[in-house]
């Protein structure tokens, strides 16, 4: 079937650091690619996401990077703050209106 | 606006039991899902609907029913519940197939 495959698992940085979240997916139909951070006993929301005909998509300090040819795209985050402590997901879309997910990646920014 | 609403928030069900999990949308979405959430696992989708009366099969459906009866709700039924359904459920809903998804809070299911 198809997947995405996320990585790392976990991530620790210092605050003002840069933190870079990576995903690969198997489906070459796939053509939307959101992400989507978790906080602790909440839902997941939408924090940035990118379709197939742009390479690169920025807000302020988040970045999302799409290389369509190798079935990869990347989430970029600057001058990281401890409030962006939280678990990230990528997704792709399937057929059918379906995202499927990656693994996720548990960021921690120390103060 | 509410958004996405899931009830109840926590559950403990005896093996064998059944609930349903509600979930309400007031933001006329016409698409709403269905997923479980185990650690290391991300979110699997265990079913969907797209549109009023309509539902189909996710990646884990088994030991799962859905249904869709008006546009605003859509309920998750477990019929006899087994340990291994022990996970953190989220509904979420969206406007079309390539837009984003509104999360609920999810609700918190152990099955002893």
């Known amino acids: 079937g198809e997947n995405v495959e996320q990585h790392p698992s976990t991530l620790s940085v210092q605050e003002g650091d840069s933190a870079v979240i990576k995903c690969t997916y198997s489906?070459?139909?796939?053509?939307?690619f959101p992400w989507y951070k978790q906080e602790l006993g909440k839902g997941p929301q939408l924090i940035i996401d990118?379709?197939?005909?742009?390479g690169e998509k920025k807000d302020q300090r988040i970045a999302v990077t799409l290389n369509k040819t190798a079935k990869h795209f990347s989430l970029h985050i600057t001058e990281t703050q401890p409030e962006d402590s939280a678990v990230y997901f990528c997704a792709a879309n399937i057929q059918g209106g379906k995202l499927i997910f990656g693994q996720g990646t548990e960021l921690s920014v120390k103060p | 606006n509410a958004g996405v609403t899931q009830t109840p928030k926590f559950r403990v069900l005896k093996t064998g039991q059944s609930m349903t999990l509600l979930c309400a949308q007031d933001m006329n979405h016409e698409y709403m899902y269905w997923y479980r959430q185990d650690p290391g696992m991300g979110l699997r989708l265990i079913h969907y609907s797209v549109g009023e009366g309509t539902t189909a099969k996710g990646e884990v459906p088994d030991g799962y029913n859905v249904s869709r009866l008006k546009k605003q709700n859509f309920l998750l039924g477990l019929e006899s519940a087994a340990p291994s359904q022990t996970s953190v459920y989220f509904c979420?809903?969206?406007?079309?197939?390539?837009?984003?998804?509104?999360f609920g809070p999810g609700t918190r299911l152990t099955v002893l």
């Open positions: 489906d070459s139909a796939s053509n939307y």
């Open positions: 990118i379709r197939s005909n742009v």
């Open positions: 979420a809903s969206s406007y079309g197939r390539v837009h984003e998804q509104f």
